[in-house]
């Protein structure tokens, strides 16, 4: 199969489209012919080595967290899903290896909806789930103030419309540029920076999804370290906030159960996939270079 893989840490130009054996699935798990497979901060943290000592990988490597497809092989015990029905969902990328390429392992999924494209559903997975992760901490519902911050990346905008979806009060912070883009997701979007407390008052609970260094602010915002959770902040234990990954050392339970209810949302037009950009295969390098300069509206995916 075709496969996007690196053999030594370093930039994007390290990455390079291969024929790779085929992974099979196992019990519990399902394989899918991949139609689009998601770019996330996590797969250029790998491949630049940032995470080789909290998550060693065996390389080469495929990178990928999520994808969308057909499924083509199940695993004994899974009874949801047969051969030909199309799904999303997330793949052990440490040990079963990743999505970027023509097969895939799943490790959690849920039935693509009608309302998601391919690319839309292959960027999915891997942002609901750490967007429902992180929601479910912070105890984010009804009458809750839910600060995000950088929430017009591939995880912010999710987070926007679940919290939404919850019957939270969301705002959003991002460049003034896309503050018409979070407002139609429904968030109240402001600036970020200096004065962002004057901006938008105390709040109740803070997502930080753009690890810009704001933490000691955004602790002050929503009144202590336990109201924060950062998916972005590699230095958060330094003020106290709890840092949420799904991989690794310390990583926290996956929130699969979000991939449906997200699902559910799309088909009653209460969520969408807001997609930064979408690339071949044979153009990751560009698609990786996109994602490290944090200034995508959305997800990046990769296109078979």
Not at 10 to 16: F, K, Y
Not at 264 to 283: D, I, K
Request: a negative charge.
């Amino acid at each position: 199969m075709r496969a996007l893989q690196f053999s030594e840490y370093g930039p994007a130009g390290v990455l390079r489209v291969v024929e790779a054996p085929e992974p099979h699935a196992g019990p519990g798990h399902i394989r899918v012919a991949v139609r689009a497979s998601g770019v996330t901060p996590a797969d250029w943290y790998l491949r630049s080595g940032r995470f080789r000592d909290r998550l060693p990988l065996t390389l080469p490597h495929v990178p990928g967290v999520d994808a969308a497809g057909v499924v083509d092989e199940v695993g004994a015990g899974v009874t949801d899903v047969r051969p030909g029905d199309a799904v999303f969902g997330v793949v052990d990328v440490a040990r079963l290896g990743g999505a970027n390429a023509g097969y895939a392992v799943l490790t959690g999924w849920a039935a693509k909806p009608d309302a998601l494209s391919w690319e839309q559903a292959g960027g999915a997975a891997a942002n609901v789930e750490t967007a429902t992760r992180v929601l479910d901490r912070l105890g984010a519902g009804p009458g809750t103030t839910l600060l995000i911050e950088g929430a017009a990346g591939g995880v912010g905008t999710v987070a926007v419309q679940l919290a939404v979806a919850r019957g939270a009060t969301v705002i959003g912070t991002a460049s003034a540029r896309n503050h018409d883009f979070l407002a139609g997701l429904g968030a109240a979007p402001t600036t970020y920076g200096p004065g962002l407390r004057d901006r938008v008052g105390p709040v109740d609970a803070v997502l930080d999804c753009a690890g810009s260094g704001s933490l000691p602010d955004l602790v002050t915002l929503a009144g202590g370290p336990d109201r924060v959770v950062t998916v972005a902040d590699l230095n958060a234990a330094a003020y106290g906030v709890h840092l949420s990954h799904s991989g690794g050392p310390g990583a926290d339970p996956q929130a699969l159960g979000g991939l449906a209810v997200a699902a559910a949302l799309a088909e009653q037009g209460r969520f969408t996939v807001p997609v930064a950009a979408a690339f071949p295969l044979e153009e990751a390098v560009a698609a990786h270079e996109l994602s490290e300069t944090g200034h995508a509206r959305g997800k990046i995916v990769l296109t078979l």
